[in-house]
């Protein structure tokens, strides 16, 4: 069983990469083969749309044939069991690096023609597979219950269409800051998030262990 896992935030050691490491650590004491890699340490763009994956007998094994940075790790995904990706929310979306692997991942995994057998578009990736999403937001879980529930929805709903399976987990009212007076700040309650920080992230961070090994069995 492998798994891999990718943090779709610029920052390390902050809300979602923690909730990455414990989804890592739950897969681990599955006894799954694991590796979490940070899509901000490499450079690459979204999807070119030059449909080489589309061609007829195209030779790429549905994997974007586009190479650069990402390619090593469309491959790793290609090869996984599991796949479990991590990201804040930006502006009522996930960050632009996980969009863009989300993008190329999925859009050269099938064709533009419908399998008889599953009335579903035809693969090219073969195999499926269990994903994952774990969203971090600073907003509440209004937000969840709202417009960026939808989104994230809409998408987990693609990747588990296209891949086999997707779950989400989120983290909401997250903590920004290591210091709040640094920062203007001032629409948010420096004591409340810190009591969130205290009270819930441990229970969010234990949701996404549980995911990690729920995948992984």
Not at 125 to 131: I, M, Q, S
């Amino acid at each position: 069983m492998k798994a891999l896992l990718l943090n779709g935030s610029p920052r390390k050691n902050w809300n979602t990469h923690k909730m990455l490491l414990e989804a890592e650590r739950g897969a681990k004491e599955i006894g799954a083969e694991t590796e979490l890699i940070h899509l901000f340490d490499l450079k690459y763009t979204d999807c070119k749309s030059c449909f080489a994956c589309k061609l007829k007998n195209n030779k790429t094994s549905g994997i974007c044939a586009v190479r650069d940075d990402l390619r090593p790790v469309l491959e790793k995904a290609a090869e996984a069991d599991v796949v479990i990706i991590g990201s804040p929310i930006y502006y009522g979306n996930l960050t632009g690096q996980t969009l863009a692997f989300i993008n190329r991942f999925l859009f050269a995994s099938a064709v533009y023609e419908n399998d008889p057998a599953t009335g579903k578009a035809r693969k090219q990736l073969p195999g499926t597979k269990k994903c994952g999403l774990i969203v971090t937001m600073n907003a509440g879980q209004a937000a969840v219950n709202g417009l960026y529930g939808q989104t994230v929805g809409t998408l987990s709903w693609t990747i588990g269409h296209l891949m086999g399976s997707c779950e989400t987990v989120y983290a909401c009212d997250t903590y920004q800051f290591s210091d709040y007076n640094k920062y203007y700040a001032g629409m948010w309650d420096e004591r409340h998030k810190a009591e969130v920080r205290e009270k819930q992230f441990p229970i969010d961070l234990q949701n996404a262990y549980e995911l990690g090994k729920r995948l992984c069995q």
